[in-house]
């Protein structure tokens, strides 16, 4: 998305790339400065370096480390395809850098030949994180939807078509670019868009072996495995492949005009890698002061300030500051307070918020035991927590466990109204669930069913209906190619 540009620095005296796009459209806006976001967050030598953003004249703008090097497909337009061992390294590098992004958790969704860029010194940098979201496969608030959204049906998995990427959905796409960079084809070409996705979903892929004689058995099984249809038939995570990875990268034959000699910065990297942490830590002394009990009007101050960073997308520090402010909070005011319990419901969204799915659910889970206590378990924001909490899990990949709690919450709201907005919400998070999991035909009747609940009390007006629709209508258009 966007026009990059390559620039100088007259200051620093450096070369810089300048990314920009003039856009109107608000969805569009948020994407690209979800890219901006989403790889300033990475510090890591495989992802480009940050350096500003902002916008001029109604033109927005993204500063990043000039990178020189070839991307993937020109690399293959030279040489067709790659000996086993650069295809190895290659999808290595990029599994390296899915494993930092995938503790986030943060999901690529476009991961392809393009996006990967090889560097003189054989090293690889991962581009283009705009279509990146740190969204679980339940979560309905998707930056977009359907097949509008932004992914290249050549090397994207069928359930984030569907609206529902998770980690292993990157590892598809690995698989796919891998499987091209061996066979110098795609996994399944086609005329059309359509046709490409139909073949992603209901064909198997030809064994590399078939194609090339030199892949080794083993290689050619975990590229199999990657493509596999339902994500949880495919490698656990980005380091297991990583690992595996590396078994298959040996001499490095030469690619004239591509990789030249490594760069001195390997020496670095030769001796960090060497790093072994043996035994346990030391103890940390620490002289502590008795801590100052804040007022209500600081904690009513604070509360407000870390309001205003969350909106402003600085999580991190929203999140640091209630989190300091929470033992003293409930010191000063007592584990039944309002101020007290509204505090603690303030940390868990603001780490949700930030993408730090594993302190939120443990957050939530701690507001929801603090709110039952005093306002019983059928209180609204006991009900949210427990929604919240399972929608972290699915963030973070678990999609069984995921499954079960929201399961379970619907079982004990569906006591009241069948059709007050919650119950409709959840029922919308597990149809997304299944798609993810794999149960197309399971989802498909419940995605049914929903509509056809939805329309007939609220007719068609209700603001779940347009998304429900076009995921229906991506779902009977797959299936049917």
Known sequence: M???WRAYDRVLDRRLAVKFTRVSDESLVARFEQEARSTAWFEHPGVPTVYDFGSHDGCFYLVMQYVEGMTIDHVLDAEERLPVSWAALIAAQVCAVLNVAHRRPLVHRDLKPSNLMLCPDGSLKVLDFGAAVGLGPGDVRRTTTGLGAPYTPGYTAMEQVYGSPSPQSD????????????????????ATPYEVMRRHEDE?????GRLRSDVPPELDALVLRLLAKQPGDRPANAHEVYQRLLGFVSTLEPLPGIVGTPAPQHLYANAVSRIRITGPPAPVTRTEEPARLPTLDAIVQARAEAADLAEA??????AALLSDLTEPTRLALGDEDPEYLGLRLDLADVLFRGGDYRRAIHAYRAAAVALAEWYGPDDPNVLTCREQEAVSQAHLGATDT??????????????????DPLTLR?????????????AQDQARKELTDLLDDITTLYGDDHPQIAGLQILLHD???AGTG
């Open 2 to 4: 966007g026009e990059v």
């Open 171 to 190: 590892l598809y796409s690995v698989g796919c670019v891998l499987y091209e960079m061996l066979t110098g084809r795609q996994v399944f070409p086609g």
């Open 426 to 438: 959840i029922r919308e998070r597990i149809v997304r669930l299944k798609l993810a999991a794999g």
């Open 402 to 419: 995921a499954l079960t709690h929201l399961q379970e919450l619907l079982d004990d709201v569906s006591g009241g109204s069948p059709y």
């Open 204 to 208: 198997e892929p030809a064994p590399i």
């Open 313 to 318: 997308g600085r999580y991190t520090q929203a």
């Open 475 to 477: 779902l009977t258009q």
